[in-house]
Protein backbone atom coordinates (compact mmCIF):
# COMPACT_ATOMS: atom_id res chain seq x y z
CA UNK A 1 0.00 0.00 0.00
CA UNK A 2 1.47 3.39 -0.91
CA UNK A 3 1.75 5.59 1.76
CA UNK A 4 2.25 8.71 0.19
CA UNK A 5 -1.09 8.81 -2.11
CA UNK A 6 -4.65 8.59 -0.94
CA UNK A 7 -6.77 6.47 -3.24
CA UNK A 8 -10.52 5.57 -1.81
CA UNK A 9 -12.92 4.05 -3.76
CA UNK A 10 -16.64 3.88 -4.30
CA UNK A 11 -17.60 0.51 -4.71
CA UNK A 12 -21.77 0.02 -5.46
CA UNK A 13 -23.42 -3.41 -6.36
CA UNK A 14 -25.34 -3.36 -9.74
CA UNK A 15 -28.77 -4.60 -7.84
CA UNK A 16 -30.96 -1.50 -8.36
CA UNK A 17 -31.09 2.35 -8.57
CA UNK A 18 -28.40 4.32 -6.98
CA UNK A 19 -30.17 6.64 -3.83
CA UNK A 20 -29.12 9.12 -1.71
CA UNK A 21 -27.21 7.04 1.03
CA UNK A 22 -25.52 5.51 -2.07
CA UNK A 23 -24.15 8.90 -3.67
CA UNK A 24 -23.03 10.07 -0.04
CA UNK A 25 -20.87 6.90 0.24
CA UNK A 26 -19.17 8.12 -2.86
CA UNK A 27 -19.32 11.57 -2.16
CA UNK A 28 -17.47 11.47 0.66
CA UNK A 29 -14.31 9.33 -0.03
CA UNK A 30 -14.49 11.17 -3.31
CA UNK A 31 -14.31 15.22 -1.84
CA UNK A 32 -11.51 13.38 0.81
CA UNK A 33 -9.23 11.82 -2.42
CA UNK A 34 -10.04 15.48 -4.20
CA UNK A 35 -9.04 17.79 -1.04
CA UNK A 36 -5.76 15.25 -0.30
CA UNK A 37 -4.52 15.09 -4.21
CA UNK A 38 -5.27 11.17 -4.03
CA UNK A 39 -7.08 8.93 -6.62
CA UNK A 40 -11.05 8.18 -6.44
CA UNK A 41 -11.41 4.55 -7.69
CA UNK A 42 -14.85 3.10 -8.70
CA UNK A 43 -15.12 -0.32 -8.46
CA UNK A 44 -18.30 -2.43 -9.22
CA UNK A 45 -19.07 -5.49 -6.91
CA UNK A 46 -21.44 -7.76 -8.36
CA UNK A 47 -20.35 -11.39 -7.21
CA UNK A 48 -24.22 -11.22 -6.26
CA UNK A 49 -25.45 -12.65 -9.21
CA UNK A 50 -28.99 -13.44 -8.05
CA UNK A 51 -29.58 -9.55 -6.77
CA UNK A 52 -28.13 -8.47 -10.43
CA UNK A 53 -30.07 -6.02 -12.36
CA UNK A 54 -29.38 -5.43 -16.09
CA UNK A 55 -28.78 -2.30 -16.53
CA UNK A 56 -27.67 -1.19 -12.86
CA UNK A 57 -24.23 -0.71 -13.78
CA UNK A 58 -24.78 2.14 -16.47
CA UNK A 59 -27.28 4.01 -14.02
CA UNK A 60 -24.90 4.26 -11.20
CA UNK A 61 -21.98 5.31 -13.73
CA UNK A 62 -24.49 7.50 -15.35
CA UNK A 63 -25.63 9.01 -11.87
CA UNK A 64 -22.11 9.68 -10.52
CA UNK A 65 -21.15 11.51 -14.12
CA UNK A 66 -24.67 13.74 -13.43
CA UNK A 67 -23.45 14.75 -10.18
CA UNK A 68 -19.73 15.48 -11.23
CA UNK A 69 -18.16 12.89 -9.44
CA UNK A 70 -15.84 11.46 -11.60
CA UNK A 71 -13.21 8.95 -11.45
CA UNK A 72 -9.54 8.42 -12.13
CA UNK A 73 -9.37 4.48 -12.36
CA UNK A 74 -12.46 2.15 -13.02
CA UNK A 75 -15.24 0.85 -15.56
CA UNK A 76 -15.12 3.13 -18.79
CA UNK A 77 -11.84 4.84 -17.51
CA UNK A 78 -9.54 1.64 -16.94
CA UNK A 79 -6.13 1.91 -14.59
CA UNK A 80 -3.21 -0.21 -13.90
CA UNK A 81 -5.13 -2.15 -11.26
CA UNK A 82 -8.21 -3.41 -13.32
CA UNK A 83 -10.55 -5.36 -13.79
CA UNK A 84 -12.48 -3.40 -11.66
CA UNK A 85 -15.71 -5.37 -12.15
CA UNK A 86 -15.14 -8.19 -9.66
CA UNK A 87 -16.95 -10.77 -11.64
CA UNK A 88 -13.89 -10.21 -14.43
CA UNK A 89 -11.77 -10.77 -11.07
CA UNK A 90 -12.32 -14.15 -9.98
CA UNK A 91 -9.32 -16.20 -10.78
CA UNK A 92 -7.34 -13.53 -8.97
CA UNK A 93 -9.52 -14.41 -5.57
CA UNK A 94 -8.89 -17.88 -6.24
CA UNK A 95 -4.50 -16.64 -5.67
CA UNK A 96 -5.74 -15.70 -2.42
CA UNK A 97 -7.65 -17.76 -0.91
CA UNK A 98 -4.87 -20.75 -2.19
CA UNK A 99 -2.68 -18.35 0.05
CA UNK A 100 -4.85 -19.29 3.05
CA UNK A 101 -5.66 -22.37 2.71
CA UNK A 102 -1.95 -23.09 2.11
CA UNK A 103 -1.81 -21.69 5.62
CA UNK A 104 -3.93 -23.78 6.99
CA UNK A 105 -6.34 -20.92 7.67
CA UNK A 106 -8.97 -21.76 5.16
CA UNK A 107 -11.04 -25.15 4.50
CA UNK A 108 -13.47 -26.70 2.84
CA UNK A 109 -17.09 -26.63 4.30
CA UNK A 110 -19.10 -29.95 3.57
CA UNK A 111 -22.34 -29.26 5.49
CA UNK A 112 -25.66 -29.09 4.02
CA UNK A 113 -28.00 -26.00 5.02
CA UNK A 114 -30.00 -28.49 7.16
CA UNK A 115 -26.51 -29.49 8.95
CA UNK A 116 -26.00 -26.11 9.45
CA UNK A 117 -29.37 -25.31 10.67
CA UNK A 118 -29.08 -28.30 13.19
CA UNK A 119 -26.00 -26.98 14.68
CA UNK A 120 -27.62 -23.36 15.11
CA UNK A 121 -30.78 -25.42 17.17
CA UNK A 122 -28.12 -27.26 19.40
CA UNK A 123 -26.39 -23.67 19.73
CA UNK A 124 -29.77 -22.42 20.96
CA UNK A 125 -30.72 -25.51 23.00
CA UNK A 126 -27.54 -24.70 24.88
CA UNK A 127 -28.31 -21.04 25.17
CA UNK A 128 -25.08 -20.05 23.65
CA UNK A 129 -24.70 -17.72 20.41
CA UNK A 130 -23.95 -20.12 17.50
CA UNK A 131 -20.77 -20.05 16.19
CA UNK A 132 -19.95 -21.71 13.30
CA UNK A 133 -16.23 -21.97 14.45
CA UNK A 134 -17.85 -24.41 17.41
CA UNK A 135 -18.80 -26.81 14.62
CA UNK A 136 -15.53 -26.91 12.04
CA UNK A 137 -15.06 -29.89 10.42
CA UNK A 138 -12.54 -32.32 11.93
CA UNK A 139 -11.11 -33.36 8.66
CA UNK A 140 -12.93 -31.29 5.68
CA UNK A 141 -12.11 -32.13 2.42
CA UNK A 142 -9.50 -30.72 -0.44
CA UNK A 143 -11.59 -27.51 -1.66
CA UNK A 144 -12.48 -28.17 -5.34
CA UNK A 145 -14.66 -25.45 -5.73
CA UNK A 146 -17.61 -27.49 -5.02
CA UNK A 147 -18.47 -26.52 -1.97
CA UNK A 148 -18.16 -23.16 -0.02
CA UNK A 149 -14.45 -22.11 1.27
CA UNK A 150 -14.45 -20.81 5.01
CA UNK A 151 -11.96 -18.72 6.24
CA UNK A 152 -10.50 -20.30 9.82
CA UNK A 153 -10.24 -17.66 12.66
CA UNK A 154 -7.77 -18.95 15.43
CA UNK A 155 -6.20 -15.88 16.81
CA UNK A 156 -9.36 -15.87 19.23
CA UNK A 157 -9.24 -11.95 20.62
CA UNK A 158 -9.87 -8.83 21.55
CA UNK A 159 -9.54 -5.83 18.42
CA UNK A 160 -9.60 -2.50 18.82
CA UNK A 161 -9.44 0.01 16.01
CA UNK A 162 -9.36 3.59 15.05
CA UNK A 163 -12.23 4.88 13.03
CA UNK A 164 -11.73 8.60 12.45
CA UNK A 165 -15.54 9.58 12.29
CA UNK A 166 -16.49 7.38 15.11
CA UNK A 167 -13.43 7.52 17.42
CA UNK A 168 -11.88 4.55 18.82
CA UNK A 169 -13.68 0.90 18.59
CA UNK A 170 -13.21 -2.40 19.52
CA UNK A 171 -15.02 -5.82 19.90
CA UNK A 172 -14.34 -8.82 21.71
CA UNK A 173 -14.18 -12.95 20.38
CA UNK A 174 -18.05 -13.28 20.35
CA UNK A 175 -17.28 -10.78 16.92
CA UNK A 176 -14.96 -13.51 15.26
CA UNK A 177 -16.01 -16.47 13.34
CA UNK A 178 -15.58 -18.87 10.58
CA UNK A 179 -17.04 -17.23 7.22
CA UNK A 180 -17.61 -17.73 3.77
CA UNK A 181 -14.80 -16.68 1.27
CA UNK A 182 -15.80 -18.23 -1.83
CA UNK A 183 -19.35 -19.42 -2.39
CA UNK A 184 -20.19 -22.99 -4.04
CA UNK A 185 -20.68 -20.97 -7.27
CA UNK A 186 -17.21 -20.33 -7.34
CA UNK A 187 -17.67 -16.26 -6.26
CA UNK A 188 -16.28 -14.68 -3.51
CA UNK A 189 -18.06 -12.86 -0.86
CA UNK A 190 -17.93 -9.58 -0.25
CA UNK A 191 -16.13 -9.87 3.21
CA UNK A 192 -13.60 -11.87 1.40
CA UNK A 193 -13.02 -10.20 -1.93
CA UNK A 194 -13.43 -6.44 -0.73
CA UNK A 195 -10.31 -7.06 1.48
CA UNK A 196 -8.37 -9.06 -2.17
CA UNK A 197 -9.58 -5.91 -4.15
CA UNK A 198 -8.39 -3.27 -1.54
CA UNK A 199 -4.81 -4.83 -1.13
CA UNK A 200 -4.39 -5.32 -4.90
CA UNK A 201 -5.84 -1.76 -6.16
CA UNK A 202 -3.79 -0.04 -2.94
CA UNK A 203 -6.61 1.69 -1.11
CA UNK A 204 -5.84 3.76 1.42
CA UNK A 205 -9.25 4.73 3.48
CA UNK A 206 -12.53 2.71 2.79
CA UNK A 207 -15.63 4.54 3.79
CA UNK A 208 -18.81 2.89 4.28
CA UNK A 209 -21.62 2.82 6.27
CA UNK A 210 -22.15 2.27 10.37
CA UNK A 211 -23.76 -1.08 9.51
CA UNK A 212 -20.17 -2.24 8.98
CA UNK A 213 -19.23 -1.72 12.19
CA UNK A 214 -20.09 -5.88 13.49
CA UNK A 215 -18.15 -7.17 10.62
CA UNK A 216 -14.88 -5.29 10.70
CA UNK A 217 -12.87 -7.29 13.46
CA UNK A 218 -13.79 -10.12 10.88
CA UNK A 219 -11.55 -8.26 8.16
CA UNK A 220 -9.40 -7.56 10.82
CA UNK A 221 -8.82 -10.95 11.57
CA UNK A 222 -8.50 -11.77 7.42
CA UNK A 223 -6.19 -8.78 7.25
CA UNK A 224 -4.03 -10.56 10.16
CA UNK A 225 -4.18 -14.06 8.14
CA UNK A 226 -3.23 -12.56 5.01
CA UNK A 227 -0.34 -10.50 6.39
CA UNK A 228 -2.10 -7.00 5.09
CA UNK A 229 -1.77 -3.57 6.84
CA UNK A 230 -5.14 -2.94 6.98
CA UNK A 231 -6.29 0.75 5.19
CA UNK A 232 -7.96 3.21 6.98
CA UNK A 233 -11.76 2.14 7.66
CA UNK A 234 -14.38 5.15 8.19
CA UNK A 235 -18.02 3.82 9.38
CA UNK A 236 -20.42 7.44 8.51
CA UNK A 237 -23.43 7.13 10.44
CA UNK A 238 -27.21 6.49 9.07
CA UNK A 239 -28.84 8.80 6.94
CA UNK A 240 -32.25 8.81 8.44
CA UNK A 241 -35.73 9.01 7.73
CA UNK A 242 -37.45 12.56 8.43
CA UNK A 243 -38.53 11.36 11.83
CA UNK A 244 -35.42 10.66 12.99
CA UNK A 245 -35.94 6.97 14.26
CA UNK A 246 -34.97 5.03 11.88
CA UNK A 247 -32.33 4.53 8.90
CA UNK A 248 -33.62 6.10 5.67
CA UNK A 249 -35.77 3.55 3.57
CA UNK A 250 -37.45 3.86 0.10
CA UNK A 251 -40.49 3.96 1.83
CA UNK A 252 -39.30 7.35 3.66
CA UNK A 253 -38.27 8.98 0.51
CA UNK A 254 -34.81 7.42 -0.54
CA UNK A 255 -35.56 7.87 -3.86
CA UNK A 256 -33.67 7.12 -6.59
CA UNK A 257 -31.14 10.11 -7.65
CA UNK A 258 -32.42 10.02 -11.27
CA UNK A 259 -36.30 11.09 -9.83
CA UNK A 260 -34.64 14.00 -8.38
CA UNK A 261 -32.73 14.83 -12.11
CA UNK A 262 -35.83 14.73 -13.31
CA UNK A 263 -37.58 16.44 -10.76
CA UNK A 264 -35.83 19.33 -11.56
CA UNK A 265 -33.06 19.04 -8.59
CA UNK A 266 -29.42 20.22 -9.76
CA UNK A 267 -26.66 18.41 -9.27
CA UNK A 268 -24.58 21.35 -7.47
CA UNK A 269 -27.42 21.17 -4.89
CA UNK A 270 -27.94 17.32 -5.04
CA UNK A 271 -23.89 17.50 -3.63
CA UNK A 272 -24.47 20.36 -1.58
CA UNK A 273 -27.11 19.01 0.36
CA UNK A 274 -25.98 15.41 0.35
CA UNK A 275 -22.54 17.26 1.78
CA UNK A 276 -24.05 18.81 4.40
CA UNK A 277 -25.76 15.43 5.56
CA UNK A 278 -23.53 14.86 9.33
CA UNK A 279 -20.94 17.36 8.30
CA UNK A 280 -20.07 20.92 8.43
CA UNK A 281 -16.85 23.17 8.56
CA UNK A 282 -17.80 24.47 11.76
CA UNK A 283 -19.40 27.91 10.51
CA UNK A 284 -22.95 28.85 9.46
CA UNK A 285 -22.20 28.57 6.01
CA UNK A 286 -24.53 26.29 4.23
CA UNK A 287 -24.23 26.93 0.39
CA UNK A 288 -20.93 25.31 -0.96
CA UNK A 289 -19.41 24.86 -3.92
CA UNK A 290 -18.05 22.04 -5.07
CA UNK A 291 -14.15 23.59 -4.48
CA UNK A 292 -15.41 24.97 -1.40
CA UNK A 293 -16.06 21.76 -0.35
CA UNK A 294 -13.04 19.65 -1.56
CA UNK A 295 -11.22 22.35 0.17
CA UNK A 296 -13.20 22.04 3.17
CA UNK A 297 -13.66 18.49 3.77
CA UNK A 298 -12.41 16.45 6.48
CA UNK A 299 -13.48 13.40 8.60
CA UNK A 300 -12.91 15.05 12.03
CA UNK A 301 -15.97 17.23 11.12
CA UNK A 302 -18.38 14.18 10.23
CA UNK A 303 -20.68 14.43 13.07
CA UNK A 304 -21.18 10.58 14.67
CA UNK A 305 -24.86 10.63 15.15
CA UNK A 306 -27.70 9.88 11.79
CA UNK A 307 -28.29 13.19 10.17
CA UNK A 308 -32.52 13.42 9.19
CA UNK A 309 -32.95 13.49 5.54
CA UNK A 310 -35.16 16.32 5.08
CA UNK A 311 -36.38 17.27 1.38
CA UNK A 312 -37.59 20.93 2.09
CA UNK A 313 -34.24 21.95 3.09
CA UNK A 314 -33.29 20.32 -0.26
CA UNK A 315 -35.79 22.20 -2.20
CA UNK A 316 -35.11 25.08 -0.41
CA UNK A 317 -31.16 24.86 -1.31
CA UNK A 318 -31.88 23.82 -4.88
CA UNK A 319 -33.61 27.06 -5.02
CA UNK A 320 -30.86 29.10 -3.64
CA UNK A 321 -28.32 26.99 -6.42
CA UNK A 322 -30.71 28.15 -8.96
CA UNK A 323 -30.31 31.50 -8.23
CA UNK A 324 -26.27 31.51 -8.78
CA UNK A 325 -26.92 30.92 -12.06
CA UNK A 326 -26.65 32.73 -14.97
CA UNK A 327 -29.66 33.14 -17.56
CA UNK A 328 -27.80 31.14 -20.38
CA UNK A 329 -26.84 28.35 -17.92
CA UNK A 330 -30.12 27.92 -16.22
CA UNK A 331 -31.66 28.28 -20.35
CA UNK A 332 -28.84 25.59 -21.18
CA UNK A 333 -31.04 23.24 -18.47
CA UNK A 334 -34.33 24.03 -18.98
CA UNK A 335 -34.50 22.56 -21.90
CA UNK A 336 -36.84 19.68 -20.92
CA UNK A 337 -38.91 21.47 -18.62
CA UNK A 338 -41.07 24.16 -20.58
CA UNK A 339 -44.62 23.68 -20.79
CA UNK A 340 -46.06 22.13 -23.84
CA UNK A 341 -47.17 25.85 -24.97
CA UNK A 342 -43.58 27.00 -25.45
CA UNK A 343 -42.98 24.89 -28.07
CA UNK A 344 -43.51 27.68 -30.89
CA UNK A 345 -41.66 30.28 -28.65
CA UNK A 346 -38.57 31.92 -30.04
CA UNK A 347 -35.70 31.74 -27.56
CA UNK A 348 -35.20 35.64 -26.73
CA UNK A 349 -38.74 35.31 -25.72
CA UNK A 350 -38.21 32.29 -23.22
CA UNK A 351 -35.04 33.64 -22.21
CA UNK A 352 -37.41 37.00 -20.98
CA UNK A 353 -39.82 34.66 -19.10
CA UNK A 354 -37.24 32.59 -17.51
CA UNK A 355 -35.29 35.59 -16.11
CA UNK A 356 -38.74 36.77 -14.67
CA UNK A 357 -39.50 33.97 -13.24
CA UNK A 358 -35.75 31.93 -12.05
CA UNK A 359 -35.92 33.87 -8.36
CA UNK A 360 -39.12 31.81 -7.56
CA UNK A 361 -38.17 28.55 -8.97
CA UNK A 362 -37.38 25.87 -6.30
CA UNK A 363 -37.13 23.05 -9.05
CA UNK A 364 -36.72 22.99 -12.75
CA UNK A 365 -39.83 21.55 -12.77
CA UNK A 366 -41.67 24.25 -11.47
CA UNK A 367 -41.19 26.37 -14.70
CA UNK A 368 -44.65 25.04 -16.04
CA UNK A 369 -46.63 26.30 -13.28
CA UNK A 370 -44.52 29.52 -13.46
CA UNK A 371 -44.72 30.19 -17.13
CA UNK A 372 -47.02 28.81 -18.85
CA UNK A 373 -49.56 31.57 -18.47
CA UNK A 374 -47.34 33.79 -20.41
CA UNK A 375 -47.44 31.42 -23.74
CA UNK A 376 -51.47 30.46 -23.83
CA UNK A 377 -54.77 31.70 -22.28
CA UNK A 378 -54.93 30.34 -18.96
CA UNK A 379 -58.42 29.25 -17.67
CA UNK A 380 -60.63 30.77 -14.95
CA UNK A 381 -60.31 29.57 -11.85
CA UNK A 382 -62.56 31.28 -9.22
CA UNK A 383 -61.60 28.78 -6.82
CA UNK A 384 -58.06 31.13 -6.30
CA UNK A 385 -60.18 34.44 -5.15
CA UNK A 386 -63.14 32.29 -3.01
CA UNK A 387 -60.09 29.92 -1.43
CA UNK A 388 -57.89 33.43 -0.48
CA UNK A 389 -58.34 34.28 2.70
CA UNK A 390 -58.60 38.21 2.11
CA UNK A 391 -60.39 37.83 -1.63
CA UNK A 392 -62.69 35.72 -0.38
CA UNK A 393 -63.91 38.79 1.57
CA UNK A 394 -64.69 40.82 -1.16
CA UNK A 395 -67.98 40.42 -3.00
CA UNK A 396 -68.76 40.45 -6.61
CA UNK A 397 -69.25 44.11 -7.14
CA UNK A 398 -66.13 45.05 -5.12
CA UNK A 399 -64.18 42.76 -7.53
CA UNK A 400 -65.71 44.11 -10.58
CA UNK A 401 -65.32 47.22 -9.06
CA UNK A 402 -61.33 47.21 -8.29
CA UNK A 403 -61.01 45.22 -11.85
CA UNK A 404 -62.07 48.04 -13.73
CA UNK A 405 -60.08 50.60 -11.78
CA UNK A 406 -57.13 48.34 -12.57
CA UNK A 407 -57.93 48.12 -16.05
CA UNK A 408 -58.82 51.99 -16.29
CA UNK A 409 -55.33 52.58 -15.12
CA UNK A 410 -53.18 50.60 -17.11
CA UNK A 411 -54.68 51.74 -20.24
CA UNK A 412 -53.42 54.91 -19.57
CA UNK A 413 -49.78 53.47 -18.78
CA UNK A 414 -46.73 53.28 -20.61
CA UNK A 415 -46.51 50.15 -19.98
CA UNK A 416 -42.80 49.79 -18.96
CA UNK A 417 -41.85 48.31 -15.44
CA UNK A 418 -41.44 51.46 -13.85
CA UNK A 419 -44.91 53.17 -15.51
CA UNK A 420 -46.72 50.12 -14.34
CA UNK A 421 -45.63 50.42 -10.84
CA UNK A 422 -45.94 53.83 -10.36
CA UNK A 423 -49.62 52.81 -11.97
CA UNK A 424 -50.24 49.89 -9.26
CA UNK A 425 -49.14 52.87 -6.48
CA UNK A 426 -51.84 55.71 -7.48
CA UNK A 427 -54.22 52.47 -7.69
CA UNK A 428 -54.14 51.51 -4.32
CA UNK A 429 -54.36 55.38 -3.49
CA UNK A 430 -57.59 55.67 -5.10
CA UNK A 431 -59.52 52.15 -4.20
CA UNK A 432 -57.76 53.06 -0.59
CA UNK A 433 -56.55 48.67 -0.73
CA UNK A 434 -54.35 46.92 0.44
CA UNK A 435 -51.19 45.59 -1.87
CA UNK A 436 -52.10 41.95 -0.64
CA UNK A 437 -55.70 42.66 -2.03
CA UNK A 438 -55.44 44.34 -4.77
CA UNK A 439 -52.06 42.90 -6.22
CA UNK A 440 -53.35 39.62 -5.71
CA UNK A 441 -56.86 40.32 -7.18
CA UNK A 442 -55.16 41.62 -10.75
CA UNK A 443 -52.33 38.71 -10.38
CA UNK A 444 -54.67 36.41 -10.29
CA UNK A 445 -56.61 38.16 -12.89
CA UNK A 446 -53.79 37.95 -15.36
CA UNK A 447 -52.56 34.30 -14.80
CA UNK A 448 -54.90 32.08 -12.92
CA UNK A 449 -51.84 30.85 -11.27
CA UNK A 450 -50.52 30.10 -7.87
CA UNK A 451 -47.52 32.24 -7.99
CA UNK A 452 -45.97 34.31 -10.27
CA UNK A 453 -42.96 36.82 -10.52
CA UNK A 454 -43.37 40.37 -9.46
CA UNK A 455 -46.70 42.14 -10.75
CA UNK A 456 -44.92 44.84 -12.35
CA UNK A 457 -42.79 42.57 -14.30
CA UNK A 458 -44.86 40.10 -15.28
CA UNK A 459 -47.89 42.88 -16.49
CA UNK A 460 -44.42 44.43 -18.57
CA UNK A 461 -43.87 41.23 -20.17
CA UNK A 462 -47.41 39.98 -20.72
CA UNK A 463 -47.73 42.98 -22.83
CA UNK A 464 -50.82 45.84 -22.26
CA UNK A 465 -53.64 43.78 -24.99
CA UNK A 466 -52.99 40.88 -23.05
CA UNK A 467 -53.24 42.42 -19.62
CA UNK A 468 -56.39 44.54 -20.16
CA UNK A 469 -58.02 41.59 -22.45
CA UNK A 470 -57.52 39.11 -19.50
CA UNK A 471 -58.67 41.68 -16.95
CA UNK A 472 -62.12 41.86 -18.98
CA UNK A 473 -62.14 38.91 -19.18
CA UNK A 474 -61.85 38.45 -15.66
CA UNK A 475 -64.87 41.30 -15.62
CA UNK A 476 -67.29 39.50 -17.53
CA UNK A 477 -66.44 36.28 -15.86
CA UNK A 478 -67.52 37.13 -12.43
CA UNK A 479 -71.01 38.98 -13.75
CA UNK A 480 -72.10 35.76 -14.80
Known amino acids: MSDSIVRTRFAPSPTGYIHVGNVRAALFPWLFARGNGGKFIVRIE?????????????????????????????????????????????????????ILIDKGLAYADPYTPEQVDAFRAEAKAAKQPFLFRNFRPENPPVWDGSMPLRFKVTDIKRYTWNDPVMGELSAGPEALD?????????????????????????????????????????????????????????CLPHIMAP????????????????????????????????????????????????QELIEK??????????????ENRLLWMNGQWIRRLDIDDLFNRVTDFW?????????????????????????????????????TEPTVDWSMITDNKQLSKLSTDQIVDLLNAAKNELLASDFDTDAIQECLNHLLEITGQKPAILFSLIRIAVSWAPFSPALNDTLAVLGKNTVIGRIQLAIDSARQ
Open 46 to 98: DTDQARYVEGAQDLILETLKWLGIDWDEGPQVGGDYGPYVQSERVERYKQWAQ
Open 297 to 310: FSFDRVQRSGARFD
Open 178 to 234: DFILIKSDGMPTYNFAHIADDKDMEITHVVRGLEYIPSIPKYLSLYEALEITPPVLV
Open 243 to 290: DGKKKLGKRDGAKSVTEYKNEGILPEAMLNFLASMGWNDGTEQEIFSV
Open 339 to 375: PESAKEVGDERKKQILQLVQDRLKTLADLPMLSDYFF
